[in-house]
């Protein structure tokens, strides 16, 4: 057991981490989050640059042989900056589904691009009646001749305004609900058919809502096997709870130390807010929420390097605290800043608004919950 | 005690319904002038545009029960908006503090709805330390004005004010408390300049307030120089009671219930979810409670005791309760609750659902943070003298 960074990891982190403190205060967030596209392109860019973008995908494909730990490493340090660029949409998820479904001619074709930064990629996955079930699909694709043609709504599909190809889960056999008959699409956004209808989201960045009318999609750009895309699924989706875990655990991070140096510094009746101990007891709670969350995180990543199936009640027990602590420590932060957490103007507000979007992202805390009852 | 209505209050609840269900507003009416024809009829029916004043001046001098049953009939009815900064937190300091010529002057427009006012309390260094309050005011060589030079921040609705009741400095040679003075004047005047600020919710209810040079007539002073802290500390429990919204809950409460029911999950909805259901009902049963420790407090009001360090107890869960609610909202809105911005997308309720929530993390922040109405509780009601708070 060791729970060190490799030489690499560490470097990879002390990078992030510089780039985060150098490009990323609160006013430039504003300013990329309210002009399109949402985040900056020159910035994607440096990443890509920097090589972070490779990092999960196998040297063979370009990459760089990474796995989930070093994801975490970069999420994190992005949880801490707030940072925009579709890491997760287009690398994880989109790049995730990618690597492992994609043919060889495929991944052959986009990997290069995802890796440098010049194409991106989005997952469509949920629909508006799915709730946070992967299982739950409506979006139908029917065979005509080599093609499939696809037909549906798919809802809060992140970075799908700037992506170039869109990932789309559709069913091919069964009902509306069923692990069987879902298969994986990769589907260029331009398509006819696909219109995409695109707004802000309450954590500063973009989703939108997709409609697919009579799609057509080619054989070729299938994802894994007919029918047989779920496992890829579950798994896309396992790496970005993940990911989401540890870019939560670095906004947490943020919630909880600035309001400990903001409680030394506000004085109310002659003493700083820090010296009243119901306050210093919300702060340990909150600093004990954040640790219990890290733990989680790396347990969770750790076995779903080792044993990815048997890792999955861990996953949904990682995303209920993250849920759950996360709301905790943003409400918390809020109200231990008085007034001054309520606004805009300070970060704090804007940490907590990217919490509450990850806690209904793959699920929330309640949700996960009661996943993890139905693994005894 | 005794939960049976008599045979009056039964009349009196179904005057009451009858009265909501008769002055709804039309198809096609204009909102405004809906809301004023609603105040003037029920000013007609003896105060009850005023429900919460006394009988001498002009209010409907009901029974803790008739109170109780016109929230509870308010709960199942559309009424017009009304914001508390007249009606019930400045009416009650003029009607025990003011002379008659400022109640004369002020109560009846402020029944009327016509002037809207706010509450200029708040500094950037006095917020729960509010005695800490510095906006100074001068009182000219002839004795006649009062000129304040300062500001205020967190100013609700500053922004449509005609007027502000305002906490000023007379004195700081003291302790804080003394040496405060209550003064009213008119928003809209040279030398008062009133600056959004934008809270979490996307929205714009507070301000920030400066003040230069403004002059203030005497007359327009509450009571004596130097004692206005006792005036507005009366005030504070007013609004503290009136910020636990109970009938408010109620309302969202059953919204809440219709919302989860459009929420298909499997063969049924989201109320069928157990782990949701469970939450809704711990709701529903705090609610219930509140509500009769709302009545009890209105009972020992009417018996003639003073307002208490009870209704601390209401403003804590009446406000905590509020909050669950809107976190239920977003927890029934799903993958839809960071939707944002101007449009709608997917569940209908999920935008608005997120932004009250955001919005709902101050109510446990303004009028009396939780943290300081919880040591007000351990000093004032349990007696443990050394709070944190003075
Ligand atoms: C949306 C909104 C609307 C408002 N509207 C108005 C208005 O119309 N007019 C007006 O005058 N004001 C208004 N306010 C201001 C409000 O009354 C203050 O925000 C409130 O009094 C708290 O003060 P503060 O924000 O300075 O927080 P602080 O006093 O700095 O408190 C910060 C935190 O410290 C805690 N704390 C402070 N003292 C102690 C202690 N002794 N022991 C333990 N914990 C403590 C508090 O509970 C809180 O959690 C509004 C505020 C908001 C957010």
Known sequence: MNFELSDEQRMIQQNVER??????????????????????????????????????FEEEDGGFGGNQIDVLVVMEQFGRGLVLEPYLASIVMGGGALKRGGSDALKSEMLPGVIEGTLQLAFAYAEMQSRFDLDDVMTSARREDENFILNGQKSMVQNAETADQIVVTARTSGGQIGQQGITLFLIAADAEGLT???????????ASEITLENVSV????????????????????????????????????????????????????????????????????????????????????????????????????????????????????????????MTE??????????????????????????????FS | MDIELSTEDLAFKAEVKEFFHDNQMKKGEDYFSWRSRWFEKAKEKGGWDVPKWPLEFGGPGWTPTQHYIWEQETSRATLPFDLPFGTSMLAPILMGYGNKEQQDRFLPDIRARKVNWCQGYSETGAGSDLANLKTKAELSE????????????????????????????????GIKQKGITFLLFPMKQEGIEVTPIITLGGSHTVNTVHFTDVKVPVENRIGEEGKGWTYAKGLLQHERTGLAGLSRSLVALESLKENARSVV?????????????????????????????????????????ELGPESSILKLKGTEIQQRI????VEASGIYSPAWGDQSVGLPFAKGGTAGYLSSRAYTIFGGASEVQRDVIAKNVLGLTKGSTK
Not at chain 1, 196 to 206: A, H, Q, Y
Request: hydrophobic share 40%; aromatic share 10%; proline share 2%.
């Open chain 1, 196 to 206: 995409r209808d695109n707004f802000p989201t309450v954590d500063g960045l973009r």
């Open chain 1, 19 to 56: 780039f985060v403190e150098d490009n990323y205060d609160l006013n430039t967030r504003v300013a990329l989050s309210s002009k399109s596209p949402g985040f900056s392109t020159e910035y994607w860019q440096s990443m890509a640059e920097l090589g972070w973008l490779g990092l999960p």
């Open chain 1, 345 to 374: 103007e300070l970060r704090i507000g804007h940490y907590f608004k990217r919490l509450l979007a990850i806690d209904a992202t793959f699920g929330n805390a309640d949700y996960h919950l009661q996943k993890f009852t139905t």
């Open chain 2, 142 to 173: 002839d004795g006649t004005y009062y000129t304040v030079n300062g500001s205020k921040i967190w100013t609700t609705a500053a922004h449509m004010a005609d007027w502000i009741f305002c906490l000023t400095r007379t004195d700081d040679s």
């Open chain 2, 326 to 329: 809107q976190k239920l909202i």
């Open chain 2, 265 to 305: 999950r499997g063969n049924g909805t989201l109320m069928d979810d157990p782990g949701y259901k469970a939450k809704i009902a711990e709701l529903e049963i705090d609610l219930m409670a509140s509500e009769y420790t709302e009545l009890r407090c209105l009972a020992s009001a009417s018996a003639g005791a």
């Open chain 1, 218 to 341: 080619g054989a070729e750009r299938i994802l894994g096997k007919v029918d047989q895309g779920f496992n890829i699924l579950q798994s896309v989706a396992n790496d970005a709870m993940l990911a989401l875990g540890a870019e939560a655990v670095g906004a947490m991070e943020v919630l909880y130390k600035d309001t400990v140096d903001y409680t030394q510094q506000r004085e109310q009746f002659d003493h700083p807010l820090s010296e009243f101990q119901v306050l210093q007891h919300r702060m340990v709670d909150m600093f004990m929420e954040y640790e219990q969350c890290k733990s989680l995180l790396y347990r969770a990543t750790m076995e779903t390097i080792q044993d990815p199936e048997a890792a999955q009640r861990t996953i949904h027990a990682l995303m209920h605290l993250i849920g759950k602590s996360g709301l905790f420590i943003g409400e918390n932060a809020v109200q231990l800043h008085g007034g001054m957490g």
